[in-house]
């Protein structure tokens, strides 16, 4: 079955820092892959998702995230931290053969003044 | 576009007490989740429908919930009775069939048992 780690349950950067948020999969195939933003008391929002075709794929507010097949890793990354950004961070997989959408545990973000 | 709608937002009962949350998805999506979120933790899905026919329910504690979805629309899921490690947010999410299709989510229920 497949499943996602993301390292890291809390990444603080100072605001226009790199944010590098890490997710990693676990499946014999290469799965479709997503990251969404949760802010507070929020439901969950997509930011960025790939599916076939260029294996860097942005999103919106400014991020991007690289598919890298031979690392298992899909990690999302912002050049330059705003405050805004600052809210949980989950990365989620899918697979062909269903529809199931599982999660991973999460990376909440600070963004220090 | 109108979003998923879930209701109600907050609801807290005692232990051993019967709980139901209510979830619209959006119109013309035939993918509903119900997804389980304790405090710290990323979503975990609870049950999973296609049109009205379920998907998927492996993570579905059956001998206390329930979940439905009449018509292929609206959905409910069911506690009883609820313990106290049900306390969670409850969350719906619906989308287009197929894989890659973005899941659109709704603000969920926060459970709290006493």
């Known amino acids: 079955a497949q499943s996602v780690t993301q390292l890291g349950s809390h990444v603080s950067v100072s605001e226009g820092a790199l944010v590098l948020l890490r997710c990693n999969y676990s499946?014999?195939?290469?799965?479709?892959l997503f990251w969404y933003v949760q802010y507070p008391n929020q439901g969950l929002q997509l930011l960025l998702k790939?599916?076939?075709?260029?294996?860097l794929v942005k999103g919106i507010n400014g991020f991007e995230a690289e598919f890298k097949k031979s690392e298992t890793s899909f990690h999302l990354t912002k050049p330059s931290a705003h405050m805004s950004d600052a809210a949980e961070y989950f990365c989620?997989?899918?697979?062909?053969?269903?529809?199931?959408?599982?999660f991973g545990s999460g990376t909440r973000l600070l963004v220090r003044p | 576009e109108a979003g998923v709608a879930q209701s109600p937002r907050y609801k807290i009962i005692e232990k051993r007490q019967s709980v139901a949350f209510w979830c619209n998805p959006i119109?013309?999506?035939?993918?509903l989740y119900w997804y389980q979120q304790i405090l710290g933790q990323g979503p975990k899905l609870l049950i999973q429908?296609?049109?009205?026919?379920?998907?998927?329910d492996s993570q579905l504690p059956k001998d206390r919930f329930s979940a439905e979805r009449l018509k292929g629309v609206d959905s409910t899921l069911k506690i009883q009775p609820a313990k106290l490690e049900d306390s969670a947010v409850y969350l719906c999410?619906?989308?287009?069939?197929?894989?890659?299709?973005?899941?659109?989510f709704g603000q969920g229920t926060r459970l709290t048992v006493v």
């Open positions: 999410a619906s989308s287009f069939t197929g894989t890659a299709n973005e899941a659109f």
């Open positions: 499946s014999s195939v290469p799965p479709y």
């Open positions: 790939y599916t076939t075709g260029a294996t």
């Open positions: 989620a997989v899918q697979m062909d053969s269903s529809y199931k959408l599982i």
């Open positions: 119109s013309g999506h035939a993918t």
């Open positions: 429908f296609q049109n009205n026919g379920v998907v998927d």
